[in-house]
């Protein structure tokens, strides 16, 4: 077996509403419609680029639902989404992010990305990134290994 590439991302949130909005209308992903779905607390997004039939999903499992443990536990850390390849495309990010009042966790220069890192409604963890320019690690895959530094933007 090979893998080709990642598919999508299925994520459970406590509130499909206040989920779908922060997804498509602060992070920008398009959400997919249907006529005639049934009438399901789910929503579907894609990347304009129509890459795949979906990128993301997400399941409303209600208000009552457990909150995801602090600190070091086993399972998801983040999930990284590429904004583009340019320090000006990250401030323009942070930006947004800062006028639609999105707390940012973390901001990492780690030699071939540099990222912000922000968490949704339900805490799970997001990095958005852009690829440095001129850093090849096709050619030099240790790259993947440099320390990370702080970002300054």
């Known amino acids: 077996m090979e893998i080709k590439e990642l598919g999508h991302v299925v994520l459970y949130v406590r509130d499909i509403t206040r989920s779908a909005h922060f997804y498509g209308e602060v992070l920008g992903w398009r959400r997919l419609t249907a006529d005639g779905a049934p009438a399901m607390p789910v929503a579907a997004f894609s990347a304009p680029s129509n890459r795949t039939h979906h990128e993301l999903l997400l399941i409303e499992v209600g208000p009552d639902a457990a909150a995801l443990p602090a600190g070091r536990r086993v399972g998801m850390y983040h999930f990284g989404l590429k ?8 401030r323009a990010a942070l930006a947004q992010l800062r006028e639609a009042g999105v707390p940012i966790l973390g901001a990492s220069d780690h030699g071939i990305t540099h990222s912000l890192y922000i968490a949704d409604p339900d805490g799970n963890e997001i990095e958005l990134y852009i690829d440095v320019p001129d850093v090849d690690w096709r050619s030099d895959p240790s790259l993947l290994y440099s320390p990370v530094k702080p970002l300054r933007l």
């Open 83 to 90: 904004i583009g390849d340019s320090d000006d495309e990250l």
